[in-house]
């Protein structure tokens, strides 16, 4: 069972910067894929962002490319989400996910377990 949970969400003006992190409780971190997904009101959760656990190799949804960053510190059992020029279409529940071991890096949201409880981004135009 490993839990997870995300900070540094908050409003913040188009165009500005902010730093998402998501911490897990777990001795195996290292070993987890892990994924940023993100959900606005009435549309479907969305991948913004994965890196995986064997060769930190990364994939970004392509509204995201370019703009925002996955890394992760093994040493501190956390995985970051860095979100530069933001526009209002980023507005969301950001929601952290994790899994153990997996083959190859996993890019939907059912291949997930591990879930966090999610933190609000809203960017003001």
């Known amino acids: 069972q490993v839990q997870l949970v995300e900070s540094g969400g908050g409003l913040v003006q188009g165009g500005g910067s902010l730093r998402l992190s998501c911490a897990a409780s777990?001795?195996?971190?290292?070993?987890?894929?892990l994924a940023w997904f993100r959900q606005a009101p009435g549309k479907e959760r969305e991948l913004v962002a994965a890196?995986?656990?064997?060769?930190?190799?990364?994939h970004y949804g392509d509204s995201v490319k370019g703009r925002f960053t996955i890394t992760r510190d093994n040493n501190k059992n956390t995985v970051y989400l860095q979100m530069n020029t933001l526009k209002p279409e980023d507005t969301a529940v950001y929601y952290c996910?994790?899994?153990?071991?997996?083959?190859?890096?996993?890019?939907?949201?059912?291949?997930?377990?591990?879930w966090g409880q999610g933190t609000q981004v809203t960017i003001s135009s």
């Open positions: 996910a994790a899994e153990l071991i997996t083959n190859g890096l996993p890019l939907r949201e059912n291949d997930y377990t591990y």
């Open positions: 890196i995986g656990w064997s060769d930190a190799s990364t």
């Open positions: 777990t001795r195996v971190f290292s070993y987890y894929s």
